[in-house]
């Protein structure tokens, strides 16, 4: 049997040992797979909702964008109460041989109109059309990578839960061992073979051990608080995780694929951003260009001295023509602001350049920490399983009066640090695993495959 088998195998019986211990305490508690964790915080993560809301938005600014190329129609109506109408001055001539002043119109003017307008030609408009592809292609990506997020710190937190509760188990086992002893040790004592001292030494063991199954726990709730946390479940939820990360074998296989740039959405993303940049670019330009549209007005005026009986009578009107807007001078502003995006496109094009010798750098150290971790893992396990059997046979030998006790506490600090790094390595090898899985952009794969 291969290193990851053995592992894939230590800890599925692990878990199933876990879950016989919990099995009547689980009632009342929530099961919780990493599957099914990511799948929760798929539905009720705050990033989550907020990433889909987002794409919605990018939807509703593409109709805004092409809303600029449409038919605009508007209804306007006025009412004019002509408190104190204007005088004009008619020169001699007209009605008498002096200036005469009088003053047109009626006290109240009622006007009412609709006008349509329609865009006939205006190239920077259309350079904002098409900005709305990669717009929203762009919150799409986004709302991977909050997923791909997700993915990877509830992993992470799921995996610092799982090794913090097998330290537990550990130091139970750790415990369990001493428990053998103080019958022996009573007896010994009873005999006069035993000193006071060995006892009180026992004692003082025994008690680390539950200072630092304590201690332990403390983790164990931080993790699984965090983990509430990352998926947006309750706090107060009670949860039993029941699952373990994929190991050996199925590990490897799902971080040997080769390198990609195209499978980042980070990289993705700022490509796409890049294309939005020369799109901006191009608007800017097309701005200097003039705008072309027609336009349709009807409407209608009531005009009285009287405001009910002004309503008697109306004359109606209407006007169709073109309209042309020749941008001449602006004050520098155009000139700015084309200087502005086209600065803007060159620095987001030398910052993918960077970024992606970032990114592929990222994935050469995530393996390497990988190939480490996992040789740790590996040496640990050796070297748990040796301090394991020292441990039992110092004890039988202690037991058989052929050592003395400090024999047996000397080969259990010894399984202690065993343990300890065991399962410090362990946890590291899984955070490697899922760092890998992000530098190569297949964490999305990797939560399928659980």
Not at 160 to 187: C, F, G, I
Not at 223 to 252: F, H, N, R, S, W
Not at 299 to 323: E, R
Not at 353 to 372: D, I, P, Q, V
């Amino acid at each position: 049997m291969s290193t990851h088998d053995h592992y894939a195998t230590v800890l599925r019986s692990l878990v199933a040992a876990i879950a016989v211990l919990i099995v009547h305490h689980a009632s009342a508690q929530e099961l919780l797979t990493l599957r099914e964790a990511i799948a929760y915080g798929k539905e009720n993560s705050p990033l989550m909702i907020i990433a889909a809301n987002d794409r919605e938005r990018a939807d509703a600014q593409a109709t805004e964008a092409l809303s600029s190329y449409l038919p605009q129609v508007n209804a306007s109506g006025q009412l004019d109460n002509n408190l104190k109408r204007p005088t004009t001055i008619l020169p001699p001539g007209v009605f008498s041989d002096q200036p005469t002043p009088v003053q047109f119109g009626t006290q109240y003017n009622t006007t009412l109109n609709i006008q349509a307008e329609q865009t006939l030609f205006d190239l920077a408009s259309l350079n904002g059309i098409q900005a709305a592809g990669p717009n929203r292609e762009m919150a799409r990506i986004r709302e991977e990578q909050v997923q791909e997020q997700l993915i990877y710190e509830a992993s992470r937190a799921y995996a610092a839960a799982l090794t913090t509760r097998l330290k537990m188990q550990l130091l139970d086992a750790n415990q369990a061992q001493y428990d053998s002893l103080v019958p022996l040790m009573e007896l010994r004592r009873s005999k006069g073979v035993a000193q006071a001292l060995d006892v009180d030494r026992m004692e003082v063991a025994r008690r680390n051990i539950i200072s630092q199954r304590t201690v332990a726990r403390a983790n164990m709730e931080l993790a699984m608080g965090q983990l509430k946390q990352i998926i947006g479940m309750p706090l107060a939820t009670e949860i039993v995780l029941v699952d373990t990360l994929p190991v050996g074998g199925q590990l490897i296989a799902t971080t040997q694929g080769p390198f990609s740039l195209d499978l980042l959405n980070t990289y993705r993303y700022a490509e796409t951003a890049l294309l939005l940049n020369g799109i901006d670019v191009r608007r800017k330009r097309n701005a200097y260009l003039p705008t072309l549209s027609a336009f349709g007005r009807y409407g209608a005026n009531a005009q009285g001295n009287d405001l009910g009986n002004s309503y008697d009578q109306w004359f109606d009107y209407a006007t169709v023509g073109v309209k042309v807007n020749v941008p001449l001078y602006s004050g520098s502003r155009r000139s700015s602001q084309l200087k502005q995006s086209q600065l803007a496109l060159a620095n987001a094009q030398q910052q993918l350049k960077l970024n992606s010798m970032s990114w592929e750098l990222e994935e050469r150290n995530a393996r390497t920490r990988m190939e480490a971790a996992l040789a740790n893992v590996e040496n640990d396990d050796a070297n748990l399983r040796l301090a394991e059997e020292v441990f039992r046979l110092t004890e039988k030998q202690y037991s058989l009066g052929a050592a003395p006790f400090s024999d047996v506490l000397n080969a259990d600090y010894q399984l202690k640090e065993a343990r300890n790094n065991y399962t410090a390595s362990l946890l590291q090898y899984y955070l490697a695993i899922i760092d890998l899985n992000k530098a190569l952009g297949t964490l999305i794969p990797f939560a399928n495959s659980l």
